[in-house]
Each structure stands twice: as C-alpha cells, then as structure tokens.
C-alpha cells in the first residue's frame, strides 16, 4: 500500500543511474506471493521500457520482493513506432494503432535517440527508417530480459485510487484479447500500489473545427474524387493523393511530412501555416494562410482568398493529451476540460485541457488532491524532446522516489515549482495552459530538462555526483545540428559514401565521431559553396 512517511535516505551506487555503458543484463525476478510494493506499467514504447529497465538497475536489496507488470494493448514493444497490423485501415471514427506511415524516418540523427549506453547496430543508417527504431526498442527489451514483465494484449480500461492523499491504491480493470483465443476479451482486475501511465500522446488526433465543412463535404463536382478532410493518423501512401488538389494543414512533423512527400504526387499541394511557420523546405507546395471556413464550393483562407478545386485535406493538427482510462465514465482522476478555468493551484483534481496534464511535478508526478505523489506517475509527457534518454531521466527520478518517497520534495514545494515554472512561460509571453508540456526555448531545452531532473537526484545525494551532465556534448551537438547532419547525410547517400561513413562506428564514442565528422564535412562543402546558413532545413527522407 502506498504510504507518504520519511524514510532513512538510501545512498544508491552509480548502476541505479541506468546509463552505464557495460551492464550486463538482469534476471527476471521470480513471482512473489506477498510483494513489499506492486508497480502497474501502461504502454511498451520507449517510456515504459526505460521505467522497467530502471526499477531493474536499482540495487537488489532496495527493489527486493517489488513486483512490476507492465500492460501493453498491442502485439509488441515500440508504441508508435510498431507498425499497424496486416489489414485494411481503419476508418474515422475508429482510429489506426499508430500514425506511423511506410515512408517514415527519424527526423533527428539516431545516436541522438538512444537509451544511454545501449545503441544502435553497425552500419544503421544515420536517419533510419521506423523498422530500425522499432527494431531496437525490441533489441533492447530482449538485452536487458525485460520482456518477462510485458503483457501483451492486455488493455487497461479503467484505473481507480481507492484511498486518499497519504495511502491507498489502484483498482485495474484490464482487458485480455488473445490474438488467438476467443472473439470476446476476457475482463480481470488487479490491484496495485503504484501506477507509471508510459502510453505516448500521438493517439487521439486533434481536428479542428470550421464552419461550413458538412457542407463542402456533402457537395463534391461531379467526375471529381469525392471530398474528405483527413487527419495525418490517417495518412499512409502519398500516391493515393495522384492527381489530387490537396491542402496539408499544420507544419509540424506530420504536416512537413506530408508536404514533402505528397508535394511529389499531387496535381497542386498547398500548405496552410500559421503566422509564425514557413512552407516545408523543399516541399512542392503553395504556401496558404490559416483556413477560416468553408462553403459548399470553396475552402476560404484568412486572407480571404479561396480554393474550389480542392479534393482532399490532410490535418497535421497534432493529438490531444488524453488518457480514456483515468478519465470519465471510466474513472474520476484525470478530468477532461478544453476550455477549464482551473490552474495548478486550485484544481480539484488532475485535469487535461486536451494540450496540458496538470497540475504535475516536472511532467512526471501527479500533485492532484487526494493522490499521494508517488502513487501516479508519467513518463514521457515532454514534447519536442529526445525521447529514450530524456524518458530515462525521468523513470530515474520516479524509481529513487518509489524507493524513498522522501527523495521528493514536499506537496508545497513541489506545487511551487511548477507555479514559477508557469509564470516563467508567462514572462516569456507564453501562455503554459496551451505550450503545455511542450519544452520551448522560452523555458527550457529538452537537455536542459534531463540534466535537472538528474542533477536534482544528485544534489539529494540520491546518486553519487561525478561532475557530468546526464546528456552528453554530442547528443546536444547532434540535436542542435540535425538539420545540417541530415544534409550531410543526403549528400553522402547521393555520393555513394554513405557506408565509408558508418564504418567502425559501435560505441557511442564512435557515433559521436562520426556526426562530429559529417558536421565539418558539411560546414566546409556550404561555406565553399556559399550556401547561405539555415539554407534548405528540410530534413531528408531515403
């Protein structure tokens, strides 16, 4: 049962990092009848293989007799990065498995990617595609004999506290669909102490809404494909667009994919961007304003222009933060709000306004009433971030604090912090209620906020101080210079030299050399060439 008390601090050895380069994997734990604390995990993407793999590295005597189960709906590890099932695609209102689409690569170098000491294989291409990434999420499972704790197709429907502020715990209703048992799932419950929510946020997709759309849908011309207005979950092949007048909404990473591929097949692509964005470089698009409405003919824009011969809209409008379990009819901890007037301080419970999980302690632990800190925790909530190690930082803080929930700091202090971390965003003038768990510039650099959820656990003398940063010089040196490397890249594969660039490369020294490497070629061949800097940042695709 969870239970907020001070504890004797443990003084944990330099292994319960979990970034140790030569670590030999660990046994699976037999099952114990009576466990000292039961731990419930919900999604095997990269956040809920970094919390296993972490609870694993603290010292044997601290985790003796803990028993952790991580739940997982799909077929195996990877979350988004696991490809749909065979099968024909699912159709609104019903959503796909995953937005992942057969042309998608990383969009940063994957040394940059990786759970500390523990990289990819010889020779992988720098910008690999998602068979790589799902592939090494595997291999990682596999490595350190985590799949023992996995359960697949096993759904978590509903997760209730029964307790209060100081103990309590989770009453699981889980859903078990065998892929080759009965056509109904069996339904079980569980209970536990500790509940770590590591299920991705690219799920439920956000569709905005204009007036006029029913209209436009229902009225396509004659001989023409019939009308749709699709969100980027949705979109998979860019020759389905051939031929087609498309508007891409959204220049985020779907939309920029979107652009660049379906810019190649479509009759005309337009880009619809906000104020602040530009068209996707070397995107075949027009660029347009923001859309304002529909008419039963046109697609109007805000500068009152209009298009009446599109056929179809892909939304790269992003997901809402939203989690069905925790929240109504299924259960009552994470209300569900778009236009909610509570803050962090007086919420009376954990609310989502669909942008925004709040009030939390540096993305990770709830501060709800009614919930002790350690009994609700998140991994991987941050957005624009590198997400196996900075998912590694966090499920360090969340395994010391469920070793010793004295580790944290009190309920006040910690709703303080997250208070000053709000008005920093609204000094910068930024609205938090709407960046969310967005890492901006304004606040803080996604390495910015590992190395402090870190340095953190090392200033409570949690983990000895060595005097490093958790995120090392070349994981800042290639997320700050992705799109130079990716270049470098694309000219390397253009010249057939691609290979002569990964040979040798297996340690993360290794890697860090290679980029450091592709950085000067490429510095050198621009300023020779007298390509002007920030010149041509799309990120390339093979």
Not at 176 to 182: E, F, K, M
Not at 185 to 205: C, K, M
Not at 427 to 456: F, I, K, N, T
Request: glycine content about 6%.
């Amino acid at each position: 049962m969870v239970r907020l008390a001070s504890f004797t601090f443990v003084l944990l050895p330099l292994a319960a990092l979990g970034y140790e380069q030569h670590q030999e994997p660990f046994s699976a734990l037999p099952d114990v009848k009576t466990p000292s604390k039961s731990i419930a995990i919900v999604g095997a993407g990269s956040g809920g293989l970094a919390i296993v793999k972490t609870i694993f590295d603290l010292p044997e005597d601290v985790r003796d007799g803990w028993e952790v189960v991580l739940y997982e709906q799909r077929r195996d590890v990877g979350g988004v990065w696991l490809p749909d099932p065979p099968g024909p695609l699912p159709r609104p209102p019903k959503l796909p498995e995953s937005p992942l689409y057969p042309l998608l690569h990383t969009n940063t170098p994957h040394p940059t990617m990786t759970y500390p000491g523990f990289t990819y294989p010889p020779f992988t291409p720098l910008f690999p595609s998602h068979e790589y990434v799902q592939q090494y999420h595997a291999d990682y499972a596999e490595q350190y004999n985590l799949t023992g704790y996995l359960r697949f197709h096993h759904k978590i429907v509903a997760a209730n506290w029964v307790g209060d502020s100081v103990e309590g715990k989770w009453d699981l209703e889980i859903e078990v669909q065998q892929p080759h048992g009965p056509p109904r799932p069996s339904i079980s419950r569980r209970s536990f102490d500790h509940l770590i929510v590591a299920n991705g946020h690219n799920h439920y997709p956000h569709v905005p809404h204009w007036d006029g759309t029913e209209g436009w849908l229902a009225n396509t011309p004659p001989d023409t494909p019939k009308r749709e207005i699709v969100h980027s979950i949705y979109y998979r092949d860019p020759a389905r667009y051939t031929n087609r007048t498309v508007v891409i909404v959204g220049a985020g990473a779907s939309g920029r994919d979107a652009a660049l591929q379906v810019g190649q097949t479509a009759r005309v692509a337009y880009q619809s961007l906000t104020p602040t964005n530009e068209p996707t470089p070397g995107a075949k698009v027009v660029p347009k304003p923001r859309i304002a409405y529909f008419t039963n003919a046109s697609v109007v824009f805000e500068d009152g222009t209009s298009l009446d011969d599109v056929d179809s809209l892909i939304l790269g409008t992003g997901y809402h933060f939203h989690i069905p379990f925790l929240s109504p009819p299924h259960s009552s901890v994470l209300s569900v709000d778009p236009h909610t007037t509570f803050n962090s301080t007086t919420a009376p419970s954990l609310i989502t306004n669909l942008r925004y999980i709040f009030p939390t302690h540096k993305h990770i632990f709830s501060l709800a009433p009614g919930i002790p800190p350690t009994a609700l925790a998140f991994v991987g909530l941050p957005v624009l971030v590198a997400n196996c190690p900075s998912d590694i930082a966090q499920s360090l803080l969340i395994a010391h604090a469920l070793a010793n929930s004295s580790v944290l700091p009190t309920h006040a202090q910690m709703l303080q912090e997250l208070v000053e971390r709000e008005d920093k965003l609204r000094a910068a003038g930024l609205d938090p209620y709407y960046v969310g768990h967005r890492l901006v510039a304004e606040s803080e650099s996604d390495q910015d906020y590992q190395d402090g959820v870190v340095q953190y656990l090392k200033d409570v003398g949690a983990i000895p101080e060595d005097g490093k940063k958790f995120v090392e010089p070349w994981r800042r040196l290639g997320r700050g210079k992705a799109r130079l490397l990716a270049r470098a890249w694309q000219r390397a594969v253009q010249l057939g030299v691609d290979r002569e660039w990964l040979e040798g490369a297996q340690t993360e020294e290794e890697w860090a050399d290679v980029m450091e490497r592709l950085v000067e070629w490429q510095e050198a061949y621009e300023e020779e060439h007298g390509i002007p800097e920030f010149e041509d940042q799309s990120v390339w695709y093979l």
